[in-house]
């Protein structure tokens, strides 16, 4: 979540869903809350009993609106537009003005005071392009982006699209403390940049882009404003209706610059709560099943022409910064070492650096398809995934799942990624013959949750145990069963071999004991390998500020480091709850710090803002931080610390910095690194629209956004009359994600048995469609067919002068399984956002006609 | 709403006939996300089958209705317009405009079906629920007509039902977790406590205070289905299994004044009676008369 990092230090949700019972305002935007986190939104309702307002923004009415006080229907893909008019209503209103809490919080937590290199040119200036647009490359040099009068300059490559996720150290790199106008009047200073970037944002420009009539737009911006300030805390939800756009980083990032300008960030009832995509996605980045990253957030090394890690020392030199937490990053990536290659990492060599993988190109989920279809990918594991339905132009990635060698395919039921070979759209219709298709499929059964132990990390960074209670039938096994026994078999395979592989298979330290007839590895033995131990004795580390950088230390992943701190207490089962933090119930890392940046939760003098709003404060007799919460930086840091010169890591932070990863400390309004696509966001259109745009008519689309232009993947020009209407993908809370856990089991697969469009009244009458009549939709990606469901929930928007029909359709179907329809990512194109690497699955160009497809390919199986 | 507030006879209002120690439950259609959970708790804790139904188009209702099959159903009423076709934006505060209600046999106080069943397969339980006895159930159907809210069904294996042993069911009120200290599968799986289970006088004081609180923040419709005033009408005394609506009964598919068709039957066998002495005497004068 580089939308968040870039910001505020880290890429996760900065606060939790129990504590947006504590709201006064829930704005839930890019969300459907009630129906894909029906669990955490019993808060959001706890909040509403206790008088909170809670605000739906979304171009479809659904179940979230239904208990919304406010809905605000918006275009699909129109969202930065929005929250642009928000900063720009929030600077230019009386409230902001007039209240002395929010020139307080944002001079001292935020980087608005700093100044920034006079070279920087924006939007404003350059026709809707940043300064240091390299154009025939479709990407920027962030040089002029920096803050003034610093020694360093980002590195040449950082700011090249190779890798998926910005790295972490990216975020700052200080030579010298920045140079600072408390006044906020410095025409060069981030505060006068935002507001003159912000400017063009009005209400009026609002209606015209987002179709969100002004008064009601006006609305939404004072019940934000209202319940925001020393005394009251408005919170945004948002889950991936953000993040899939290929502007998406941008959009969360507004969010983040909303919230600091707001003084939102850190206070019980703020914040921003990233609702990941399902269960233990949080885990996945964290102990990451990303290309580009270690575990805890630490980068993958690079082996390209422009980014070079080469030695341990140069990996050091390049992604370590002096101030801030990341300061550290030797102990974590040393202890790190030490973990995986155990007495095969030695100081003479290097710890073993020279063992891992580095990167040679891009190798994220969206780069593989392609890949695959042109015979570059020659095998694929796939486990818990579901590429045929769930992939971006799922037709293009079947294609590529038809070229490879062998295919692996993990799961609990016999999905379409399994299945795609004789029972595909395109084979059922005869365009593609089973016999042509060389991929050799190999299907293995998976255990369910309940019939394997572990743990998910969830949402709020909040890892959960959960237990066995069953073992899984016949031969299914855990995920951990599998890779720990196959990892165990290539070491056998591998055994002797003394080519650069075999010797790095042979480092690997893979000696998880196992238990029971089936042999599964004792997953606690896991979770101590990751909280980390001291080399010499085994014995368990307290939390990562023990870990050093000379292998006396072993850490799977640094920022998990406190799960397990002594023999036989695995934290991540402890289940006391209460009132406030509850930092009994579970373990969230960092050091079980529950609110993120918690230390703007006090004013810069260490008092709570309010008594309603304390969260953790400064206790002087103490000499330490105390409150509800574990405090998010040294317990110990006056409010009054000033850093002497040359001061290092934490200790280069003054004691009113809340940011502790960010290497000034502060929040960033003004992004001076970390976002390849501009230091400020910016609304640009998607890159299929069927309207121009009027922010900045010269650049209407993300010139920064990856393009993936084939035969097999077509886009729609803008304002292509073939494709009319916005698309908008999603989901349905009777289903998950592609469908192998809820389409093959009865009692979900009956409550939402068939693949749907949603139109609305007036577009159906246009066409002359009935409710459930057939209708067939179309891209140039492919075409499918579905059930309409004609609704009032849907409705045309007024933008520009223009009606725009809006089209919707839940992405799960597929055509294995009890419950099937046409797949919605046949329609989807593969294009991307330069920061995350995610598609633009939110809105996109199609066209709808009533009727079927000749080959019935999408017809319901079962008659 | 006024109609529904007019409806209410003070002197009922948040009076119920349940005995002492009665169970049920409140569902309280304005925490309801209509998200099923409660559907899908039910079919795995009872062991149902799957119906068969298909798409329907009617919102997201693809279940229809309660059955000997489904015993908890979500029914979802799209009021999104107003009169002049306008779409809303602010609403009232709880749910509105999109309305869902999770629908159950309503354990009556005074329950038509168990009156009705000649074979004593229905039976009042020691929680004061209403469950059939499949053991001794026959099969005659009399249960059927005799609910004035359609719950109870015959599962006949035609349509939507797979087991089709021909014999009456409806919802227990997981009579088998009763017994060993749970509450229902329902109530446990519902995320925002819209199904709350409990004691029904402590239920009906809780739906009281909640209907106050309700109209204190706009909410004017807000009342409760199943007390002596609505919906436990009729000679039924009110609903163990009862609800809070923000509107009418009849949006939600519920009687507004239900009633134990057994009433019927003595002013029914009264006329009747009358009828055949009518006739009677009738016959005998015409017959005189020749």
């Known amino acids: 979540m580089p939308g968040l990092g870039a910001r505020l230090g880290r890429g996760g949700a900065t606060t939790t869903q129990q504590s947006l019972a504590d709201s006064d305002c829930i704005v839930i935007m890019g969300s459907n809350m009630a129906e894909n986190h029906p669990v955490g939104f019993r808060f959001v309702l706890t909040a509403k009993t206790r008088g909170a307002t809670v605000i739906h923004v979304d171009p479809r009415f659904s179940r979230t609106s239904a208990l919304a006080d406010l809905h605000v229907p918006l275009r699909a893909g129109s969202d930065l537009a929005v929250l642009g008019g928000l900063i720009n209503y929030v600077l230019n209103s009386e409230r902001w003005n007039s209240d002395p809490f929010f020139r307080e919080y944002v001079t001292h937590y935020t980087n608005a005071p700093v100044i920034i290199n006079p070279d920087f040119r924006g939007p404003e200036d350059l026709a809707g392009l940043f300064s240091g647009y390299v154009a025939d490359e479709r990407r920027y040099t962030t040089d002029t982006w920096q803050y003034a009068d610093q020694q360093a300059r980002p590195a040449a490559a950082e700011d090249q699209a190779q890798t998926a996720e910005p790295r972490p150290q990216y975020l700052g790199r200080l030579t010298a403390p920045p140079r600072l106008d408390p006044t906020l009047q410095d025409p060069h200073c981030v505060f006068q940049l935002v507001k003159r970037h912000y400017a063009r944002y009005t209400p009026e420009m609002v209606e015209r882009v987002s179709g969100i009539p002004r008064d009601r737009f006006v609305r939404l911006a004072e019940t934000i404003l209202a319940n925001s300030g020393r005394d009251r805390t408005t919170a945004f939800c948002y889950a991936v209706a953000w993040t899939q756009h290929t502007t998406g980083t941008q959009i969360i990032s507004a969010c983040a610059l909303l919230q600091l300008l707001l003084g939102n960030i850190g206070r019980p009832g703020g914040g921003i709560l990233a609702l990941r995509g399902h269960a233990t996605i949080q885990g996945s980045t964290d102990i990451p099943t990303l290309y580009n990253l270690l575990p805890g957030y630490l980068p993958m090394p690079m082996a390209t022409e422009l980014e070079r890690d080469r030695t341990l020392e140069e990996y050091l030199r390049r992604n370590r910064p002096l101030t801030g937490a990341w300061y550290n990053t030797p102990a974590y990536l040393i202890s790190l070492l030490k973990a995986w290659y155990g007495d095969a990492a030695t100081p003479e060599n290097d710890f073993g650096y020279d063992f891992l993988p580095k990167i040679s190109g891009d190798a994220s989920f969206q780069a593989m398809i392609p890949m695959m279809k042109d015979g570059i990918m020659k095998g694929l594991f796939c486990m818990g995934m579901n590429p045929a339905v769930g992939g971006q132009n799922a037709v293009l990635a079947r294609e590529g799942l038809a070229n490879l060698d062998w295919l692996v395919v993990r799961d609990v039921y016999e999905i379409e990624t399994a299945a795609f070979w004789y029972d595909a759209p395109e084979v059922r219709a005869g365009k593609v013959r089973p016999q042509d298709i060389k991929t050799e499929v190999f299907f293995l059964p998976a255990a369910l949750a309940g019939e394997k132990e572990g743990s998910f990390t969830n949402t709020q960074r909040l890892v959960q145990w959960h237990d066995k209670s069953i073992d899984p039938p016949g031969d299914a096994r855990s995920e951990a069963w599998f890779l720990y026994h196959l990892g165990r078999r290539l070491k056998e395979l591998y055994r002797g071999d003394d080519t650069a592989k075999g010797r790095q298979i042979a480092a690997l330290t893979w000696d998880y004991p196992t238990e029971g007839p089936l042999q599964e590895p004792v997953i606690e033995a896991i979770v101590r390998e990751i909280n980390g131990y001291t080399v010499a004795d085994g014995r368990l580390v307290p939390d990562f500020s023990a870990l050093r950088d000379d292998g006396s230390t072993a850490c799977g992943c640094w920022i998990y480091s406190g799960i397990m701190p002594e023999e036989g207490r695995n934290r991540a089962k402890s289940r006391r709850g209460d009132e406030r933090a509850a930092l009994e119930w579970g373990y969230s890392w960092p050091r079980n710090v529950r609110i993120l940046y918690n230390r703007a939760s006090a004013d810069p003098q260490g008092r709570p803002w309010s008594e309603r709003k304390k969260w953790i404060w400064w206790d002087a007799a103490a000499g330490r931080w105390t409150g509800y919460d574990v405090p998010d930086l040294p317990e110990t840091k006056p409010?009054?610390?000033?850093?002497?010169?040359?001061?290092?890591?934490?200790?280069?932070?003054?004691?009113?910095?809340?940011?502790?990863?960010?290497?000034?400390?502060?929040?960033?309004?003004?992004?001076?690194?970390?976002?390849?696509?501009?230091?400020?966001?910016?609304?640009?259109?998607?890159?299929?629209?069927?309207?121009?745009?009027?922010?900045?008519?010269?650049?209407?689309?993300?010139?920064?956004?990856?393009?993936?232009?084939?035969?097999?993947?077509?886009?729609?020009?803008?304002?292509?009359?073939?494709?009319?209407?916005?698309?908008?993908?999603?989901?349905?809370?009777?289903?998950?994600t592609a469908g192998g856990m809820s389409r093959f089991v009865p009692w979900l697969a009956e409550l939402q048995p068939q693949g749907f469009a949603e139109i609305s009244p007036e577009l159906a009458r246009e066409l002359g469609i009935d409710n459930g009549d057939w209708v067939v939709i179309s891209t140039l990606r492919g075409e499918i067919e579905a059930r309409a469901l004609v609704t009032e929930r849907m409705q045309p928007l007024e933008v520009d002068g223009r009606r725009i029909h809006q089209v919707g359709i839940p992405w799960h179907f597929g055509y294995s399984g009890i419950a099937t329809g046409g797949i919605a990512n046949d329609l989807s194109a593969l294009v991307e956002d330069p920061n995350s690497r995610i598609h633009e699955a939110k809105a996109f160009t199609c066209n709808l006609r009533k009727g079927r497809l000749r080959s019935g390919a999408g017809e319901e199986r079962r008659e | 709403m006024s109609t529904t507030v007019a409806r209410d006879r003070p002197g009922l209002t948040g009076t119920t006939g349940a005995r002492p120690g009665a169970v049920g439950f409140l569902t309280d259609t304005t925490l309801c996300i209509g998200c099923k959970a409660c559907e899908v708790a039910c079919k795995q804790w009872n062991q149902?089958?799957?119906?068969?139904?298909?798409?329907?188009?009617?919102?997201?209702?693809?279940?229809?209705?309660?059955?000997?099959?489904?015993?908890?159903?979500?029914?979802?009423?799209?009021?999104?317009?107003?009169?002049?076709?306008?779409?809303?934006?602010?609403?009232?505060?709880?749910q509105s405009n999109w309305l869902m209600m999770s629908d159950v046999c309503k354990h009556c106080v005074y329950a038509g079906c168990m009156e009705a069943c000649p074979t004593g397969a229905i039976i009042r339980t020691e929680f004061d629920t209403v469950v059939v006895q499949q053991d001794v159930c026959n099969g005659c159907g009399y249960c059927v007509p005799a609910c004035p809210f359609g719950v109870i069904a015959l599962d006949l294996g035609d349509g939507?039902?797979?087991?089709?042993?021909?014999?009456?069911?409806?919802?227990?009120?997981?009579?088998?977790?009763?017994?060993?200290?749970?509450?229902?599968?329902?109530?446990?799986?519902?995320?925002?406590?819209?199904?709350?289970?409990?004691?029904?006088?402590?239920?009906?004081?809780?739906?009281?205070?909640?209907?106050?609180?309700?109209?204190?923040?706009?909410?004017?419709?807000?009342?409760?289905?199943?007390?002596?005033a609505v919906g436990g009408t009729g000679g039924i005394e009110g609903l163990n299994a009862f609800f809070i609506l923000t509107a009418p009964p009849e949006v939600y598919n519920l009687p507004a004044q239900p009633e134990l068709p057994q009433r019927k039957t003595i002013p029914a066998s009264l006329a009747t009676v009358a009828a055949g002495l009518v006739f009677g005497l009738a016959a005998v004068l015409s017959l005189r008369r020749r």
């Open chain 2, 48 to 94: 149902l089958p799957m119906d068969e139904l298909g798409f329907t188009g009617h919102s997201y209702d693809n279940t229809g209705d309660l059955g000997a099959t489904t015993w908890r159903h979500v029914a979802f009423i799209e009021r999104i317009s107003d009169e002049e076709g306008r779409r809303p934006t602010s609403m009232r505060a709880f």
């Open chain 2, 160 to 228: 939507h039902a797979r087991i089709g042993d021909g014999k009456a069911h409806k919802c227990t009120l997981c009579y088998d977790r009763l017994r060993d200290g749970l509450e229902p599968a329902c109530a446990k799986a519902c995320p925002t406590d819209s199904i709350q289970f409990g004691r029904v006088e402590d239920l009906m004081d809780r739906a009281q205070q909640r209907v106050a609180t309700l109209r204190e923040q706009g909410v004017a419709g807000a009342h409760i289905y199943g007390d002596r």
């Open chain 1, 639 to 736: 409010p009054d610390y000033q850093p002497p010169e040359g001061a290092v890591g934490l200790d280069a932070h003054p004691g009113d910095a809340p940011f502790v990863n960010m290497a000034d400390g502060r929040g960033w309004l003004f992004a001076a690194s970390g976002l390849r696509d501009g230091p400020l966001p910016t609304h640009y259109e998607p890159w299929e629209t069927p309207v121009g745009n009027p922010l900045y008519p010269e650049q209407p689309r993300s010139p920064a956004a990856i393009l993936l232009e084939r035969p097999d993947n077509r886009y729609h020009a803008l304002g292509d009359p073939r494709f009319p209407y916005v698309l908008t993908t999603y989901r349905l809370t009777e289903h998950h």
